[in-house]
């Protein structure tokens, strides 16, 4: 497999390092020569800098001081640590507030923000585009050759939406441009319903709490415009960097289960995905094994975004954050592992937010390398060095990927159209958790999976599951069927192909133009109460146990047949007997449609048969015990498998080939121990 090269040949190790904020210690040169010291120790490589240093690099209107980050960053290369060098625009100065109020936020209320926090800005603003593009001109004018900066990190965890007058303006012409009309607007957004048809494009407001709530196709269409118009602003950001330094890629760090932006889009203009990760380890509600699943899901993600190029996790607490609600400690091997873990899913990085903690301010209880104490002797920072040194000693993992068979569809449009939808529950609708039940199965089994929207490819994989595919574009269902005749194997769900991507529904019969895909048609959706419950019981003609039967629960989908086999039935009130699981042979492959929301081992039987019957390739071919999983990225020589352990218990491993021991170069046979929270690395 292709090995990649993230930073045009300037660095070929996996990165380690940190948010530094010096701006916040300029008035301790103690302090920032003691850094220096300790981002030795703790084997660090790297530091992402000036994220929020708009302040300190200009002060006043157009007067600069970088002599303080020359300083910095000079020295840092000195000393053999690389720099992620942001542009400022997370946060802004205030006499630019108070100069020009265009700059900071509207809500949806049509509340106006005063100055304060952080990501408060307009994303329209004419003002703020230019002073942006001015300042990150003067830092690619004076960095953008420096030997030390590796990457640009632009802005900070893009996010939010403004409804000013400027915003609004924008959204108008951005409508005008999609639909050309007033009258296609208004088909399009079934207008007529409520008498909201709009006669004049100046009558159009994004949606708000006193005002429109109810126009499906106008609420899709002001996330679609507020994603775009972020991805405008970034890309105003970029010119300059770009102009001025064309070898430094450039990335801007991502959120987890972010639903704001449309991040399949912002993929494509951007070098490198790079994204915070803060899983809430060791919490009352959910066990580490389920958030480990959730993790390996958003790493898959971020990972898929750019078709299996390497991403950096940019973000991650050493020890704990200050915002979750209960900040707990990660327990003894709980870092190590939690980190590899990034790295198993084809992460080049494992990087902190932050170096040394802040002495005032909202973070200043939020985890970090360097405690308030202020030295190496602590047990985080011992954790983060052990770490560093093991990078180093793996670091020819960099810039390998990871080949799945499998994709997972999780689609951000249909995301918001989901969670729009009125009915037929309004809560527990749960797509992303859907998803993940899916994919649970799939990394309890050590298979590698991506995590691709409905745009992306899908003639690569064998295996293409599409739970809840209720937004539903023509074109992907064009793509879905050419996939299946090809002999790809599909599996959909209950509320798929339910609406088009205006929120229109599909008339003629669901799942629109995935019916004679699945040769069902769903002609009733019985959403149930949370007490209630139906049963699924197993048909004699199918690989699962005849006569097994689970629990079904929230939703259950009415279909009729149209050729499909049924593998499965209701058990009970008015629908028993009507067909429940599905299969059609179509062309050359299959579509399995399952139509009531199951417990979570009728996906884990129905996921192991299917595996088996496709031959998907697992990392390890043994059964691997519950908690464990096994993940694997490769180059042309190598295959290099992570196994880890996210249980509290000691784990056995069977191995069916002999395996060396990455850094050891140990060889293992027949079985391998992995203790709690353990990982090992293992080469083949
Ligand atoms: C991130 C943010 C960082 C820091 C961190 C704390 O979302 O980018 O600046 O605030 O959270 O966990």
């Given at each position: 497999?292709?090995?990649y090269?993230?930073?045009?040949?300037?660095?070929?190790?996996?990165?380690?390092?940190?948010?530094?904020?010096?701006?916040?210690?300029?008035?301790?040169?103690?302090?920032?020569?003691?850094?220096?010291?300790l981002?030795?120790?703790?084997?660090?490589?790297?530091?992402?800098?000036g994220?929020?240093?708009?302040?300190?690099?200009?002060p006043?209107?157009?007067?600069?001081q970088?002599?303080?980050l020359?300083q910095?960053?000079?020295?840092?290369?000195?000393?053999?640590?690389?720099?992620?060098?942001?542009?400022?625009?997370?946060?802004?100065?205030?006499?630019?507030?108070?100069?020009?109020?265009?700059?900071?936020?509207?809500?949806a209320?049509?509340?106006?923000?005063?100055?304060?926090?952080?990501?408060?800005?307009?994303?329209?603003?004419?003002?703020?585009?230019e002073k942006?593009?001015?300042?990150?001109r003067?830092?690619?004018?004076?960095?953008?050759?420096?030997?030390?900066?590796?990457?640009?990190?632009?802005?900070?965890?893009?996010?939010?939406?403004?409804?000013?007058?400027?915003?609004?303006?924008?959204?108008?012409?951005?409508?005008?441009?999609?639909y050309?009309?007033?009258?296609?607007l208004?088909r399009?957004?079934?207008?007529?319903?409520?008498?909201?048809?709009?006669?004049?494009?100046?009558n159009?407001?994004?949606?708000?709490?006193?005002?429109?709530?109810?126009?499906?196709?106008?609420?899709?269409?002001?996330?679609?415009?507020?994603?775009?118009?972020?991805?405008e602003?970034?890309?105003?950001?970029?010119?300059?960097?770009?102009e001025?330094?064309?070898?430094?890629?450039?990335?801007?760090n991502?959120?987890?289960?972010?639903?704001?932006?449309n991040?399949?889009?912002?993929?494509q203009?951007?070098?490198?995905?790079?994204?915070d990760?803060y899983p809430?380890?060791?919490?009352?509600?959910e066990?580490?094994?389920?958030?480990?699943?959730?993790?390996a899901?958003?790493?898959?993600?971020?990972?898929?975004?750019?078709?299996?190029?390497?991403?950096?996790?940019?973000?991650?607490?050493?020890s704990?954050?200050?915002?979750?609600?209960?900040?707990?400690?990660?327990?003894p091997g709980?870092?190590?592992?939690s980190?590899?873990?990034?790295?198993?899913?084809?992460?080049?990085?494992?990087?902190?937010?932050q170096?040394?903690?802040?002495?005032?301010?909202?973070?200043?209880?939020?985890?970090?390398v360097?405690?308030?104490v202020?030295?190496?002797?602590?047990?985080?920072?011992?954790?983060v060095?052990?770490?560093?040194?093991?990078?180093?000693?793996?670091?020819?993992?960099?810039g390998?990927s990871?080949k799945?068979e499998?994709?997972?569809?999780?689609?951000?449009?249909n995301?918001?159209?989901i969670?729009?939808?009125?009915g037929?529950?309004?809560?527990?609708?749960?797509?992303l958790?859907?998803?993940?039940?899916?994919?649970?199965?799939?990394?309890q089994?050590?298979?590698?999976?991506?995590i691709?929207?409905?745009?992306?490819?899908?003639?690569?994989?064998k295996?293409v599951?599409?739970?809840?595919?209720?937004?539903?574009?023509e074109?992907?269902?064009?793509?879905?069927?050419?996939?299946v005749?090809?002999?790809?194997?599909?599996?959909s769900?209950?509320?798929?192909?339910?609406?088009?991507?205006?929120?229109?529904?599909?008339?003629?019969?669901?799942?629109g133009p995935?019916?004679?895909?699945?040769?069902?048609?769903?002609?009733?959706?019985?959403?149930?109460?949370?007490?209630?419950?139906?049963?699924?019981v197993?048909k004699?003609n199918?690989?699962?146990k005849?006569?097994?039967?689970?629990?079904?629960?929230?939703?259950?989908?009415?279909?009729?047949?149209?050729?499909?086999?049924?593998l499965?039935?209701?058990?009970?009130?008015?629908?028993?007997?009507?067909?429940a699981?599905?299969?059609?042979?179509?062309?050359?492959g299959?579509?399995?449609?399952?139509?009531?929301?199951n417990?979570?081992?009728?996906?884990?039987d129905?996921?192991?048969?299917?595996?088996?019957?496709?031959?998907?390739?697992?990392t390890?071919?043994?059964?691997?015990p519950?908690?464990v999983?096994?993940?694997?990225?490769?180059?042309?020589?190598?295959?290099?498998?992570?196994?880890?352990?996210?249980?509290?218990?000691?784990k056995?491993?069977?191995?069916?080939?002999?395996?060396?021991?990455?850094?050891?170069?140990?060889?293992?046979?027949?079985?391998?121990?992995?203790?709690?929270?353990?990982?090992?690395?293992?080469?083949?």
């Amino acid at each position: 497999m292709q090995k990649y090269d993230l930073f045009n040949g300037k660095v070929n190790n996996l990165l380690h390092g940190a948010d530094y904020n010096p701006d916040q210690w300029l008035h301790r040169p103690d302090i920032l020569e003691k850094d220096i010291e300790l981002m030795k120790k703790a084997n660090c490589n790297v530091m992402s800098l000036g994220i929020f240093s708009w302040s300190t690099l200009e002060p006043e209107e157009g007067q600069f001081q970088f002599e303080w980050l020359d300083q910095i960053i000079n020295n840092l290369y000195q000393n053999g640590i690389n720099v992620i060098l942001a542009t400022p625009s997370g946060a802004r100065p205030d006499w630019l507030a108070a100069k020009y109020p265009e700059v900071l936020r509207v809500n949806a209320d049509r509340s106006k923000n005063l100055f304060g926090e952080r990501h408060n800005h307009c994303y329209t603003s004419p003002v703020y585009r230019e002073k942006i593009k001015i300042i990150n001109r003067k830092l690619a004018e004076r960095y953008g050759n420096h030997p030390a900066v590796i990457m640009w990190h632009v802005s900070n965890e893009y996010g939010g939406d403004c409804h000013c007058e400027l915003c609004q303006q924008d959204f108008r012409k951005w409508l005008q441009n999609k639909y050309g009309s007033l009258e296609n607007l208004n088909r399009s957004w079934w207008s007529s319903f409520w008498s909201h048809t709009y006669t004049d494009w100046q009558n159009i407001e994004s949606p708000a709490p006193q005002g429109m709530q109810s126009v499906h196709g106008l609420a899709l269409d002001w996330k679609r415009f507020s994603s775009d118009q972020t991805i405008e602003f970034y890309k105003n950001e970029i010119e300059p960097l770009r102009e001025i330094s064309p070898e430094i890629p450039i990335t801007t760090n991502f959120m987890y289960k972010y639903i704001g932006l449309n991040y399949w889009k912002f993929a494509q203009e951007v070098d490198v995905i790079s994204w915070d990760s803060y899983p809430s380890w060791h919490s009352d509600y959910e066990t580490d094994i389920n958030r480990a699943v959730d993790s390996a899901f958003m790493h898959d993600m971020f990972r898929s975004l750019k078709d299996g190029k390497p991403f950096l996790l940019m973000e991650s607490t050493p020890s704990k954050t200050n915002w979750q609600s209960v900040a707990k400690l990660k327990r003894p091997g709980m870092h190590k592992l939690s980190s590899l873990q990034a790295i198993a899913h084809g992460s080049d990085s494992v990087q902190y937010f932050q170096w040394r903690k802040s002495r005032g301010g909202v973070e200043k209880f939020h985890g970090s390398v360097v405690d308030h104490v202020g030295n190496e002797n602590t047990r985080v920072f011992k954790d983060v060095s052990e770490l560093g040194a093991e990078l180093q000693k793996i670091t020819s993992i960099t810039g390998t990927s990871v080949k799945a068979e499998v994709a997972v569809v999780f689609d951000q449009e249909n995301r918001w159209a989901i969670n729009e939808a009125s009915g037929p529950r309004q809560e527990k609708k749960d797509y992303l958790k859907t998803c993940l039940s899916h994919y649970k199965n799939f990394w309890q089994q050590g298979i590698s999976v991506d995590i691709i929207n409905q745009e992306k490819d899908f003639s690569k994989y064998k295996l293409v599951i599409a739970p809840m595919l209720y937004l539903l574009k023509e074109d992907t269902a064009a793509r879905l069927k050419k996939f299946v005749k090809n002999g790809g194997t599909v599996v959909s769900t209950y509320w798929t192909g339910i609406v088009n991507e205006n929120d229109l529904c599909f008339l003629g019969g669901f799942p629109g133009p995935l019916r004679d895909l699945f040769a069902i048609w769903s002609e009733e959706l019985d959403a149930l109460y949370d007490q209630d419950s139906n049963q699924i019981v197993i048909k004699d003609n199918s690989e699962l146990k005849t006569g097994q039967e689970y629990e079904a629960k929230t939703f259950c989908d009415l279909i009729q047949l149209e050729g499909a086999e049924v593998l499965a039935e209701y058990k009970s009130d008015f629908y028993a007997g009507r067909p429940a699981l599905t299969v059609n042979d179509y062309g050359k492959g299959k579509a399995y449609y399952i139509a009531s929301r199951n417990e979570e081992q009728f996906l884990k039987d129905f996921y192991y048969s299917l595996v088996s019957k496709l031959n998907l390739s697992k990392t390890i071919v043994s059964q691997l015990p519950e908690g464990v999983t096994a993940q694997k990225r490769s180059d042309k020589n190598y295959d290099y498998i992570f196994l880890m352990n996210f249980s509290q218990d000691e784990k056995k491993v069977d191995l069916t080939e002999e395996l060396m021991e990455f850094v050891s170069g140990n060889v293992i046979k027949d079985s391998i121990i992995l203790e709690k929270y353990e990982v090992k690395i293992l080469k083949k």
